[in-house]
């Protein structure tokens, strides 16, 4: 007996182990009526001789399975409820606004949002996006048109797109970092009629307001009966408002579109990610579900940007659909993170993995442990952070969370394994598993297909492709892609283990390891060779910042003129010169084979970031180890040595091939 398809539903193992089960019950049950006569113990001695066999085949499998079940007994029953809940939300075509409006109705006066010390109640949430719903309404938006909300993180900003969501209108959330020509992108490519900017963001807007003159405009935060210049006093049109709820024609249902968010842009223009109604409240079961939430006393700490999936969805989905209280801030701090933590006794955190770090390079204070927080969700957390991160702060558990704006592949980390970005249960045979990793090119990073076509699963600890199958109908493995129907072509693949199925492409490199563990890697693309080796970029930047004393750190691999791959090089953030070239080669041999050193160093004084704590490397790879064109000092290790400055003279040494590399 053999596998049914190459890679497919169901292989050898799956169907031995289950007749090992079959086999161990018939021995209970031969056990029990051994009692009655000889016949039946005999038949006990046979069926006993037949599964130690089998038992010392698969005594790994067993083990597995054995040490993992309490693992995925907990994730399955956290699963099947979020599944039945969002099954609820699927009956009775439910949407954010209609679960919210029913929340105002039952706790009016239960805390929502709290920002800057003020209590914003479900009644003010409600109010205000009925008023917003009310300015629109008479404007003549309707469903399915769109508007651009370019606004810091306060609660008028989750208010306003919930407004819009009442009548329909979808909320182009703009990161309030563009400028000029990114902005510009955004705004056309959501097809905006209006945008909603606040006062502090008025310089951004006037910047290109004749490139988008046939915009509405409508400025927030700058006070009744004040002259906006051009645009529409959205704070006066507010007080001017009805307060009811909307009455419309098409009241929007639980496929339809409620958000627009970009993606970071680190390697181009932002795209737009279709987030429907759907998506908003899956995320929201998955968070409050699968971290175990409490309704009646946890209270959210929120310094993540509301224009980002993490912020906007996770942040705030638990406060208008679960009831949990979200407390917001402008921007991330690192001195007042903790000081808000125990302020508003807040009991869960996000965070991204640079904030992590951030918090790990402070001094140490009293309120590092002072904290009432128990649990921090998030992603991005480096495997060489996370203990001494959880040692410090004494963080009962970190979840961290992989997933994407507008992909499916989405899995958690629920049990506080160092390192993991989430699993899947080992009891359940791969078939099940609504993701896999998939061998590639590493050169073109295309999936690699076996002799039938379809694509080969990697093997335990061998790095792969993260992908997600598709399941249109399925909220949690849906694509709904992005507003850019060909970019949306691009993520997907079929024919992936079988004849028409298919898969949405992550561009992520993990590895998986018996247990059901996934880690990250690195990003297709930003994988380099060298030696023979592949390296994984964002692996040697956690050690370079751990010994580069936590410093901002990006890796990337650079051309050597007549050299096979790409060199590494280091760019470290030290505007004071500080770092000791000689400590960290020393770390650099400790820590990492010797093929992932880097060979190359650039000091630069910062590094440019994305609103999202995601740094950009594509301008560093371009502009290489070349002195005569870079400000900034560069470095090179020649050997075992210590790094040297690149003079010219020992550029041309490197390039001609006299520098040993």
Not at 226 to 232: L, P, R
Not at 472 to 490: I, P, T, V, W
Not at 629 to 650: A, C, H, M, S, W
Request: net charge positive.
């Amino acid at each position: 007996m053999g596998k049914i398809n190459e890679e497919g539903c169901l292989n050898i193992m799956d169907v031995r182990f289950l007749l090992l089960v079959l086999t161990i019950v018939g021995l209970m049950a031969a056990g029990v009526s051994s009692r009655i006569g000889s016949f039946a113990r005999i038949a006990q001695f046979i069926l006993a001789a037949a599964v130690i066999p089998l038992i010392y085949k698969f005594h790994r499998k067993i083990y597995i399975i054995i040490r993992t079940l309490p693992r995925d007994i907990k994730f399955l029953y956290r699963y099947v409820n979020a599944d039945l809940e969002t099954r609820r939300f699927v009956r009775n075509d439910s949407t954010v606004m209609k679960i919210f409006r029913e929340r105002t109705r039952l706790y009016p006066n239960k805390p929502c949002f709290i920002f800057e010390g003020r209590i914003w109640t479900n009644a003010d949430i409600d109010k205000y996006s009925n008023q917003i719903a009310s300015v629109f309404q008479k404007a003549g938006y309707s469903k399915g048109d769109a508007v651009a909300l370019m606004m810091p993180n306060k609660p008028e900003f989750i208010a306003t797109w919930l407004g819009l969501g009442k009548i329909g209108v979808v909320t182009a959330l703009i990161n309030t970092n563009l400028r000029l020509n990114s902005l510009v992108h955004c705004l056309k490519v959501a097809k905006v009629k209006g945008i909603i900017f606040s006062k502090e963001l008025t310089f951004a807007i006037d910047e290109i307001w004749e490139t988008v003159s046939d915009l509405e405009k409508f400025k927030q935060g700058c006070g009744e009966n004040v002259s906006t210049n051009g645009a529409k006093n959205l704070d006066q049109q507010l007080s001017e408002a009805s307060t009811g709820q909307p009455i419309v024609d098409r009241e929007p249902g639980y496929r339809d579109k409620l958000l627009y968010i970009y993606t970071s842009g680190t390697t181009g223009l932002p795209k737009a990610a279709l987030i429907p109604n759907s998506r908003y409240l899956l995320v929201t079961m998955a968070t409050y579900h699968m971290l175990g939430l409490r309704s009646d006393s946890d209270i959210m700490y929120n310094s993540i940007p509301l224009y980002h999936m993490a912020g906007g969805l996770v942040g705030t989905g638990c406060a208008l659909v679960k009831g949990i209280p979200s407390v917001l801030r402008t921007k991330f701090s690192v001195t007042a993170y903790w000081t808000d933590c125990i302020k508003y006794n807040c009991t869960l955190a996000q965070y991204l993995g640079e904030i992590c770090r951030y918090l790990l390079s402070a001094p140490p204070r009293p309120e590092d442990t002072a904290h009432p927080v128990r649990l921090m969700v998030g992603n991005g957390m480096r495997p060489q952070l996370w203990q001494d991160f959880v040692n410090r702060f004494k963080i009962e558990q970190i979840t961290e969370v992989y997933g994407s704006s507008e992909g499916n592949a989405n899995i958690v980390n629920v049990d506080n394994q160092v390192g993991a970005v989430g699993f899947v249960p080992s009891i359940l045979p791969k078939s099940l598993h609504p993701v896999a990793l998939i061998k590639i090119n590493p050169e073109t990073c295309e999936p690699i297909r076996g002799s039938n076509g379809f694509c080969i699963r990697t093997e335990t600890n061998e790095p792969g492709m993260f992908i997600g199958l598709i399941k249109q109908g399925n909220a949690s493995r849906e694509f709904n892609g992005y507003l850019d129907e060909e970019a949306s072509k691009k993520k997907i693949i079929e024919n992936v283990f079988v004849k028409g199925d298919k898969a949405f492409l992550t561009g992520d490199i993990l590895v998986q390891d018996e247990l059901g563990y996934f880690y990250f890697k690195d990003r297709t693309g930003d994988t380099f060779k060298w030696k023979g080796e592949n390296v994984a970029t964002a692996e040697v930047e956690g050690v370079v910042s751990n010994v580069a004393g936590h410093r901002d750190t990006t890796v990337y691999g650079v051309q050597v003129p007549g050299i096979e791959g790409r060199a590494g090089m280091a760019a470290i953030v030290d505007p004071d010169c500080l770092l000791d070239f000689k400590a960290l080669a020393e770390g650099l041999d400790k820590a990492l084979p010797s093929y992932a050193r880097p060979i190359f160093l650039r000091i630069v004084k910062e590094l440019e970031m994305t609103s999202t704590f995601k740094l950009k490397k594509i301008t560093l790879q371009k502009e290489g180890f070349d002195p005569n064109k870079i400000q900034d000092k560069v470095y090179f290790r020649d050997g075992n040595k210590e790094y040297v400055e690149v003079t010219p003279e020992l550029y041309e040494k490197i390039i001609t091939g006299a520098a040993k590399l």
